[in-house]
Structures are given as structure tokens and as C-alpha cells.
């Protein structure tokens, strides 16, 4: 079984971490959006570049776990032999790659990514997600749009919920979740007992990003 997977806001908590890196900035959110520069009331431009150098930074290779994405995301690899190609569009910059390559496997385990596939900073995923057209593969997003992509392409494509994605149009043949043990339940037929995390608000319940950021 192969898993394809983004990275940032599906694996790994990029948006509460780039967050606090820009508090100690000294910037301040201004709107709810999926747009940095909606966010901030800054340019597109400054965006891109904070955006940039927020992915260039050490702080990349630091990036602690989405909810419970540790235990299902071993869960498929341990019990069902199932391995992750990453694909997130994060940037290129080679010690940038590398670190998100050891923050993964700190994480996740070492072999549990086949492979880590890294494009430019935003860049969308069309060419990335072609080679697996048709394959009917479990796909996860927390962009809309290429989640949707996915569908389109004959992927089995989840979106993984959060605020900012919450009132976009979404595919039909899209799955909306809040947690790993969603797609794990639903593409394995396996019934977990224990309680899921907290469905999205709006607020950051995410107890592991608390203990390494603290609240906001």
C-alpha cells in the first residue's frame, strides 16, 4: 500500500509553528484565510518571502505532529505494511530539504517515507500528483484545491479539516476528516475505540503543538 500525503497542516504542524514565528516577529493576524497575506493584511509579495524564509529557517526541521497523525500514520506502515510518498510544495533549498527529511523520520519513523518529494515554495502539485493518476491511491490534502486534484485524478482523496479550508468548495468525491483515525477507519474497515481528538472550531486544541509552542 502507498500513501500519498502533503506534509504541512497534514503531517506536521506548519501553521501553528509559522504562527508563533511570526508573533516573535512582531506581526498579528488580521483575518481567517488560507492566504498568509489575507492573514497578515500584508502584501502577496511580503507573503511569499516571510513565507520563504520561515521554510529556509531551522525551525523547519522542528516541526512537532497534526493531532494524532503519529499513531495512524505508524498504525498503516506497522500493521499494514503501507509506505508514504510525501509530496509538499515547501520550497527547494538543499539544507531546508534536509531538515524536513530528518524532522519527518524523528517523527514518523525512518522508513516509513519512501519518498519525500519537494517542490518550490507554493507551487501547485499537478505534475507531482500525475504519476499516480488513476491509481486509486489514498491521497491527503489540507489545500482544497488539490484536494479536489486529487479526485479528479482517480485518487482516493481526503481533505484534512481546519478552519481555513472549512467554507471552500469541495469535490464531492472529496472526504472531509479531522484525524488520521478517520482515514484509517475508513480505507482499513478497522473500528478504534479510544476517543478522537476534538473536531475543528476554529480554535488550536492540538495538545502536542501546545507543549512545544505553548498557547497563542
Request: proline content about 3%; aromatic content about 12%.
Amino acid at each position: 500500500m502507498i500513501i500519498l500525503t502533503d506534509v504541512d497542516g497534514v503531517l506536521l504542524s506548519w501553521v501553528h509553528s509559522f504562527e508563533w514565528w511570526m508573533k516573535r516577529k512582531g506581526y498579528k493576524k488580521k483575518e481567517l484565510s488560507y492566504y498568509i497575506d489575507k492573514q497578515y493584511g500584508i502584501s502577496k509579495k511580503k507573503a511569499k518571502v516571510l513565507v520563504q524564509h520561515f521554510c529556509e529557517s531551522a525551525a523547519i526541521g522542528f516541526l512537532p505532529p497534526l493531532r494524532d497523525a503519529i499513531k495512524y500514520v505508524r498504525k498503516f506502515h506497522e500493521e499494514h505494511g503501507a509506505v508514504f510518498h510525501a509530496i509538499t510544495s515547501f520550497g527547494e533549498e538543499r539544507y531546508a530539504m534536509q531538515l524536513r527529511e530528518q524532522n519527518l523520520k524523528r517523527v514518523f519513523g525512518e522508513n516509513v517515507f519512501e519518498r519525500i518529494h519537494c517542490l518550490p515554495c507554493g507551487a501547485d502539485k499537478n505534475e507531482a500528483l500525475k504519476r499516480y493518476q488513476g491509481s486509486g491511491w489514498i491521497w491527503v490534502e489540507d489545500k482544497t484545491e488539490n484536494a479536489n486534484l486529487g479526485a479528479e485524478m482517480g485518487l482516493q482523496s481526503f481533505l484534512m479539516s481546519h478552519q481555513y479550508n472549512w467554507n471552500q468548495p469541495l469535490d464531492d468525491r472529496v472526504t472531509r476528516v479531522d484525524t488520521w483515525k478517520e482515514i484509517y477507519e475508513i480505507t482499513t474497515g478497522a473500528q478504534e475505540k479510544e476517543i478522537s481528538p476534538a473536531r475543528s472550531t476554529g480554535k488550536n486544541t492540538d495538545p502536542i503543538t501546545t507543549a512545544f509552542f505553548g498557547k497563542k
